[in-house]
């Protein structure tokens, strides 16, 4: 971040603007309505700025002494110089200040804002495209309507009430969640307040408002978060608590709740942060203290994802859960590396193996492996490579299939590196690949070439 978002309380407060024209008029409009008291400098003011209520108009350049007893500066002239010395001269005060159009002489910047009193949305590039947040703004208008002012309005009345009857916070932001995404909402969006206090006060009652913990098993895709599903976006970020792998990218990681605790339980190649038993008996923990947990997988969480264990100790425990496939690594990857997995001319059949078993072996059914006419995908194969080509070649396979290692694929680090069974494991290892990869095997590597759409140094 090269800004840090904030929300300044200007109530009854001097904001001074410089400059008195149509950009000055129109940000002196916005401090207006924040509250904030306006003193306007410029030697010719706009006449309806300077009708407006609560503006002081001084009609004069600007000086050092106009910035007296300001809390913050905007300096709108169309005069650079006028501009950078205001920025000088505030700074030297440490007084913020913000210079439209010039984000070299901010301290602070204007976003672009939607209101929604008492629910404000701020929106800011930093300075450096407003039109497009300005675009951004108004694709999230579209989304909130107006009516959520009446919603915002109705959950700061009752916060000091919820927060006197439900003490427990975790639970306590879970009933605010039931309140505001079910019918109490929309009985507050559609005008009918008293209905929605009613209803409020009968959540209060209700026996099944002793509200227990849940676990999300999220698939988080191969790693770029614009893969993630709707519903993976949504449960991340209601969950009190995200428990999650190595595979998961940080991007994805930082799109859960700030202030959710953030648990890692990466697993590698001989190295595991917990052994999966005792992540099992981890979520099975969390959720007997009330909390909501995301379980956070790479790629899908049912396809050597060993989700499947996971759940299995939860529905033992009684513990309620919820599965949300993710895009798999075999498709997402595939697919940013411009590697159909079938296609009629060359393969019509794809299987799916894991490069090492339970046992740390990797013992798979080569004979199945080498048919002609088909993919073959396999996950965690890298520390097996050498084996994994000579397998296939005793097994029948010709030593000139094509096969393709991604690294880290579907993000800004994607190596894609190719070969046959003969090269690939010499070419891998002058390539010191690491994990993540997935290697994929058959006919519908040729094409990879021709397909490439991806390119990750320009992302």
């Known amino acids: 971040m090269d800004y840090l978002p904030i929300f300044a309380k200007v109530t009854n407060r001097l904001c001074v603007v410089i400059g008195g024209g149509e950009i000055g008029k129109r940000k002196a409009g916005v401090l207006l309505e924040a509250g904030a008291k306006v003193r306007v400098v410029a030697p010719v003011i706009d006449e309806a700025l300077s009708a407006m209520s609560n503006v002081e108009s001084i009609f004069a350049r600007f000086e050092e002494h106009h910035l007296d007893d300001a809390m913050l500066v905007i300096a709108a002239t169309n005069d650079r110089s ?12 440490n007084i913020p200040v913000n210079v439209v159009d010039d984000p070299e002489y901010c301290t602070f910047i204007m976003p672009a804002i939607m209101d929604r009193s008492p629910l404000m949305v701020a929106f800011s590039s930093g300075g450096a495209t407003p039109v497009l947040t300005r675009m951004m703004r108004s694709k999230l208008e579209s989304m909130i309507p107006q009516n959520y002012k009446l919603l915002a309005s109705f959950a700061e009345r009752n916060r000091e009430l919820v927060k006197s009857r439900v003490t427990n916070p975790p639970k306590r932001r879970i009933f605010w969640e039931k309140a ?4 109490l909402a929309e009985k507050v969006l559609s005008g009918d307040v008293a209905a929605g206090q009613a209803m409020l006060e009968q959540m209060f009652s209700e026996e099944d408002n002793v509200l227990h913990g849940e676990v999300y098993l999220v698939g988080a895709g191969p790693g770029d978060p614009d893969l993630l599903t709707f519903k993976a976006l949504r449960l991340m970020q209601k969950a009190d608590v ?7 990218s940080k991007p994805i990681v930082d799109m859960t709740r700030r202030d959710a605790e953030r648990i890692y339980v990466g697993k ?6 917990l052994r999966q038993e005792e992540i099992n008996v981890l979520l099975v923990r969390l959720a007997k203290e009330g909390k909501r947990v995301v379980r956070l997988k790479g790629g899908d969480p049912f396809i050597f994802g060993r989700g499947g264990e996971e759940i299995e100790t939860l529905a033992a425990e009684g513990i309620p859960f919820q599965v949300v496939p993710g895009i798999t ?3 997402g990857v595939a697919s940013y590396a411009g590697i159909p997995l079938t296609h009629r001319d060359y393969a019509q059949s794809c299987m799916f193996v894991t490069g090492h078993l339970k046992d740390g072996t990797m013992d798979l059914d080569w004979d199945a492996l080498a048919r002609p006419k088909q993919t073959v995908v396999v996950y965690m194969g890298l520390q097996g490579l050498d084996r994994l080509c000579a397998e296939l070649i005793k097994h029948g396979m ?7 290692i991604v690294q880290k694929g ?3 680090h994607q190596r894609v590196v190719k070969g046959t069974l003969a090269s690939l494991p010499g070419i891998a290892a002058l390539a010191k690949l690491q994990a993540p990869t997935l290697i994929i095997i058959g006919g519908v590597v040729t094409l990879q070439e021709k397909l490439q759409w991806f390119h990750p140094n320009s992302c």
Request: hydrophobic share 40%; net charge negative.
């Open 82 to 93: 006028v501009n950078i010395e205001v920025s000088r001269l505030a700074q030297a005060r």
């Open 268 to 273: 590698k190649c001989n190295d595991h942060t």
């Open 329 to 331: 690594a075999a498709s």
């Open 398 to 404: 010709p030593d000139s299939t094509p096969i393709a």
């Open 180 to 183: 505001l995404e079910g019918e």
């Open 410 to 412: 579907t993000t800004a």
């Open 242 to 248: 995200v428990v999650y792998d190595n595979l998961v």
